[in-house]
C-alpha cells in the first residue's frame, strides 16, 4: 500500500524568504505525485503533478516539485514566498494504473509572515 | 465551467441523527469520491462513485453510506452520528475514465456533531 510522509506539520517563513516543504512517499508500484494547497475553509486546489517525464514540474505561481524516485521524495519548493502563500499544503500520490484514490499526507501549515 | 458544488456548507447535528451532504459534479464529469478531513486522521478516503455505482470504498464502517444519480450529482449519508464524525467532507469530481484523471475538489461541508 502506498503511505506519504510530510514530516513538517508547520514551516514558518518570512516573506520574500525560500521555502522547502518535504514529501516522501513509499510504494511498491509506479504512482503519480500531487501537491495540493488548502486556504482556510476552502476546499483542495491542485497545484502541481507529477505523472511522467521531466522530473521537475512547475506551477503557474512559482512553486515547483522535484521527483526523486531513488530517493521516492517530491519536494515541493519556491524561492520566494509571499504572505499569500500561507496556507496548509498536502502531497498526495496515486497507484498508477489503478483506481484514482488519492493518498494524502498529513499535511504542511505554511506560515508567512511579514 | 462551474465548479463542484457542495451543499450544505454548514451544518451542525447531534449524536443518534442522520445527515445527507450532496456535491455537484462538474459538467461531463462522471466520478464522485468522497472524502473525510480531521484534525487527527487528515484526509481519508470514503467512497468513489462513478455511472451510478460504487466503483470503490475505504475503511469507514457501514454508517457511511452514498449514492449517485443519473446527471452524476452524488449524496453521502451518515447515519446514527457519533462525536467523532465531526469533520470536513469533501467530494472531488472527474471525467472518471483513463489512466489518470485530476481531481476537482468541491468547498467542502463542515459537520459538527454534538
Known amino acids: 500500500a502506498q503511505s506519504v510522509t510530510q514530516l513538517d506539520s508547520q514551516v514558518p517563513v518570512f516573506e520574500e524568504a525560500p521555502v522547502e516543504l518535504r514529501c516522501n512517499y513509499s510504494?511498491?508500484?509506479?504512482?503519480?505525485l500531487f501537491w495540493y494547497v488548502q486556504y482556510p475553509n476552502q476546499g483542495l486546489q491542485l497545484l502541481l503533478k507529477?505523472?511522467?517525464?521531466?522530473?521537475l514540474v512547475e506551477s503557474i505561481n512559482g512553486f515547483e516539485a522535484e521527483f526523486n524516485k531513488s530517493q521516492t521524495s517530491f519536494h515541493l519548493r519556491k524561492p520566494s514566498v509571499h504572505i499569500s502563500d500561507t496556507a496548509e499544503y498536502f502531497c498526495?500520490?496515486?497507484?498508477?494504473?489503478?483506481?484514482?484514490?488519492?493518498?494524502f499526507g498529513t499535511g504542511t501549515r505554511l506560515l508567512v509572515s511579514p | 465551467k462551474a465548479g463542484v458544488t457542495q451543499t450544505p456548507r454548514y451544518l451542525i447535528k447531534t449524536r443518534g441523527q442522520q445527515v445527507t451532504l450532496s456535491c455537484s459534479p462538474i459538467?461531463?464529469?462522471?466520478?464522485v469520491s468522497w472524502y473525510q478531513q480531521t484534525p487527527g486522521q487528515g484526509l481519508q478516503f470514503l467512497f468513489e462513485y462513478f455511472s451510478e455505482t460504487q466503483r470503490n470504498k475505504g475503511n469507514f464502517p457501514g454508517r457511511f453510506s452514498g449514492r449517485q444519480f443519473s446527471n452524476s450529482r452524488s449524496e453521502m449519508n451518515v447515519s446514527t452520528l457519533e462525536l467523532g464524525d465531526s469533520a470536513l467532507y469533501l467530494c472531488?469530481?472527474?471525467?472518471?475514465?483513463?489512466?489518470?484523471?485530476?481531481?476537482?475538489f468541491g468547498p467542502g461541508t463542515r459537520l459538527t456533531v454534538l
Open positions: 510504494s511498491s508500484v509506479s504512482v503519480y
Open positions: 459538467s461531463g464529469h462522471r466520478s
Open positions: 507529477y505523472l511522467s517525464g521531466s522530473t
Open positions: 472531488a469530481s472527474s471525467p472518471g475514465t483513463g489512466q489518470y484523471n485530476e481531481q476537482f
Open positions: 498526495a500520490v496515486i497507484r498508477g494504473g489503478g483506481f484514482q484514490k488519492l493518498v
